[in-house]
Structures are given as C-alpha cells and as structure tokens.
C-alpha cells in the first residue's frame, strides 16, 4: 500500500525555534519520489522539494533543510530559525506508481506550524 | 518558474446549478492534470487524473458523472460541478506536470484553488 503519515497535526513554535516537520511514507516501489509542499492561508500549494528515492544525500536551502532516511523511510523536514511567514501547512507526499501504468502523487494528512512573534 | 492559472478564485452558486472550473497551464504544455479537493484542514483528496484527448481516471468514491472533467488541449483542464449541492462546497484544487521526461519524476505545479460554496 502507498501511504504518507504526518503524525504531528499541529505545530506551535516561538519565532527563531527550529522545527522539524515528521514523513514516514509506505510504498512497494523501489523508484519513487517524495515531495513537500508548503500552503499558506491562501491556499496555494507552493513546491518545496523533490526528491527520488536513490538519493539519500541530506538537502539545505537557505534556513530549510531536509533528511530523506530509506531505513526508516522517513523525509523529515527542518526549518532553522523560524520565521512568522513560515506559519502555514506543509504536506509531504509520495509518488507512486498506479496499475494503469502512470503515477499519482499521494498526500499525508498535512502539519500546520505556527510560529509566534 | 511554471505557472499554473486556476479560475474563477471563489464561486458561490445556488443548489441544483453548475459550475465549472477551469485549470490553464501558462508556460508549459500538461498531458496530465490532476483535480484534488479539500475539506477545511484536512489533506488533499485526489478525485480524478485528467489526460488530454482521452478520458478522465476518476478515483473510487468519485462520481464521474457529478464531477466531469474535460482537458481539451494541453494547456486547460476544466471541471464542472454538476447540480450542485451544499456538501460540494470545498476548495478545489488543480495541478498540472509538464509533458516530457519520467513521468514519476515530474513535480507538480498547483493552481491557486478554487472555492466553492453552494447556497
């Protein structure tokens, strides 16, 4: 089964905290690709990151950063000092392969964070 | 980088009426788009994969006939509520991933969502 567990709903942190935002994901593939996208309030979805699965180097971008664990299958994400415009929800998803012959990108459930001045 | 262009932004309707929704990819050309639907804070719920020329793949659970899909070209996608009803009132969401390349490897560009609320 393709799955995507966020466990953690709500996030609240201090401005400046760092945060780590929690993926586990369940897939049978042995290619795929795992992704985390950002909406604020207004409803956008905002692409972070993408990542395939024969890649396990450790990503930094700016205060974000990501470590993507085939072992435990896990795609965690940080954010270094955070910011008051980090506020929103982020979504990790998966993408997987369908018996149809394509792909579908499956979300998890989603962590909204909200950072406090 | 690409645009993903979704409209109308916000749609209120009587019950029993139709809407549709459209989904234009400004810079790229989308053999597959995909039309997602939200409830307040929760995740998003894939409804149907739209293919350009052929059609839709409704997920289970989703009416086909309530929900149609047409992708005409392939650069617009639309979806039309029809006779609407209170509780298809939610944000719609559309995204769409360049044609070319792997196809599992393509990220995917998200239009700004479209909320409707059926009176």
């Known amino acids: 089964a393709q799955k995507v567990t966020q466990a953690q709903t709500e996030i609240s942190v201090v401005e400046k905290e760092d945060v780590t935002l929690d993926c586990v994901y369940e897939t049978r593939d042995t290619t795929y690709y795992l992704f985390w996208y950002k909406q604020p309030p207004s409803g956008e979805l905002v692409f972070l990151i993408r990542?395939?699965?024969?890649?396990?180097q450790n990503e930094i971008s700016g205060r974000y950063s990501w470590n993507f664990q085939k072992s435990t299958s896990s795609f965690n994400f940080t954010i270094t000092a955070s910011q008051v415009v980090d506020s929103a929800v982020y979504f990790c998803a998966l993408s997987a392969y369908t018996t149809s012959g394509t792909y579908k990108y499956i979300f998890g459930t989603g962590t909204r964070l909200k950072v406090l001045a | 980088g690409a645009v993903v262009s979704q409209h109308p932004s916000r749609v209120i309707c009587k019950s029993g009426t139709s809407v549709k929704i459209e989904c234009r990819s400004l810079d790229f050309q989308a053999t597959t788009m995909f039309w997602y639907r939200q409830f307040p804070k929760q995740s998003l719920m894939l409804m149907a994969t739209s293919n350009e020329g052929s059609k839709a793949t409704y997920e289970q659970g989703v009416e086909k006939d309530k929900f149609l899909i047409n992708h005409a070209s392939l650069t617009l996608s639309t979806l039309t509520v029809t006779s609407a009803h209170p509780e298809d009132s939610s944000f719609y969401i559309c995204?769409?991933?360049?044609?070319?390349?792997?196809?599992?490897?393509?990220?995917?560009?998200f239009g700004e969502g479209s909320r409707l609320t059926v009176l």
């Open positions: 990542r395939n699965s024969f890649d396990e």
């Open positions: 995204s769409a991933r360049p044609s070319g390349g792997a196809k599992e490897a393509g990220e995917l560009f």
